[in-house]
């Protein structure tokens, strides 16, 4: 399979003009066969996309030439082909939706913690480690000592964090997420809220498990990634993890051994949740996305 690189991204920078923005983003794009997802928002940008190897740098050219975003950094990974079906530009209110007025990255945030640092500063029992992201995420891997808030949107995420901080009263917070942008907000929020001494991992668990050796990693189990390679490991390299297409959950290695995953059908999180008739729905769904597979195509569902 054609070798793709995948360029994650995001900034938060002021964008007006956006629907011209977008139109003139999505076509440029699509001309250098980008696919995968970017937000525009007035606070600024966010996204994921494939391409091929040989398209990376005209595509970086495409997105550091919106306003404000010459420096715009990018984590960089491969894929074995395109890691998404299509080409997504949509406009948003916020590029992470946290749903909190006021809170804005560019006036407070949380001070950055490069990876090789991290290990430190989470080992300290005087430090509350947060990761940010949501529950199906979170099961699939985490930081050694990690407190997951068992969170279903990030905008449950402020009144978890009310209450945690008035009920355990930590000396400080680190926070992390897969990219980083979500501890953005999170820290802007947590620094509003009155709580001073707030770390978060920069550049996210994406940029420590490629720079953090897996003998020195504080990391367990696999990185959550929103595209067709479901989950990374150390080095950025693509997990055995899989999506159990009857729950949408994603389902780690020693799952997939279990007696109740059946591909397509159900994993040990939902076996019990669907009916018999269901499950054999599923099963004729994936003898469908098979037969797709066989002749070289793409099932619509099997996605």
């Not at 000396?171 to 707030?198: H, Q, Y």
């Not at 959950?249 to 949740?273: I, L, W």
């Not at 469908?288 to 793409?298: M, N």
Request: glycine share 8%.
């Amino acid at each position: 399979m054609t070798p793709h690189a995948v360029a994650a991204f995001y900034l938060f920078t002021p964008l007006e003009d956006l629907d011209v923005l977008r139109a003139g983003l999505h076509a440029r794009l699509q001309r250098l066969d980008a696919r995968g997802s970017v937000l525009l928002a007035p606070e600024g940008v966010n996204g994921t996309l494939s391409m091929p190897e040989d398209r990376y740098e005209q595509v970086l050219e495409v997105l550091r030439s919106l306003p404000g975003c010459s420096s715009l950094p990018v984590k960089r990974s491969r894929g074995h082909g395109h890691v998404f079906r299509r080409l997504k530009v949509r406009l948003k209110r916020e590029i992470v939706t946290l749903g909190v007025d006021g809170i804005d990255p560019n006036e407070t945030v949380g001070t950055y913690v490069a990876p090789e640092d991290w290990n430190a500063l989470i080992s300290d029992p005087d430090t509350l480690v947060i990761d940010t992201r949501n529950d199906y995420e979170v099961e699939l891997g985490t930081f050694e000592g990690a407190e997951n808030p068992h969170t279903e949107t990030f905008g449950e995420f402020p009144d978890w964090f009310e209450r945690a901080v008035a009920e355990r009263k930590p000396k400080r917070v680190a926070m992390f997420c897969t990219g980083g942008i979500r501890c953005e907000k999170a820290t802007s929020f947590a620094r509003k809220s009155g709580v001073d001494e707030v770390y978060h991992l920069d550049g996210g668990i994406l940029s420590y498990l490629s720079a953090v050796p897996e003998s020195e990693s504080l990391w367990r189990g696999d990185c959550f990634v929103f595209d067709e390679r479901v989950a990374l490991t150390h080095g950025l390299e693509i997990s055995g993890a899989a999506i159990c297409r009857a729950c949408k959950f994603p389902v780690n290695e020693a799952d997939q051994r279990d007696t109740r995953y059946e591909e397509g059908v159900s994993c040990p999180k939902c076996f019990d949740q669907t009916s018999d008739t269901q499950k054999r729905r599923f099963r004729e769904r994936q003898r469908q996305v098979k037969l797709a597979e066989a002749r070289g195509r793409t099932h619509l569902t099997g996605r």
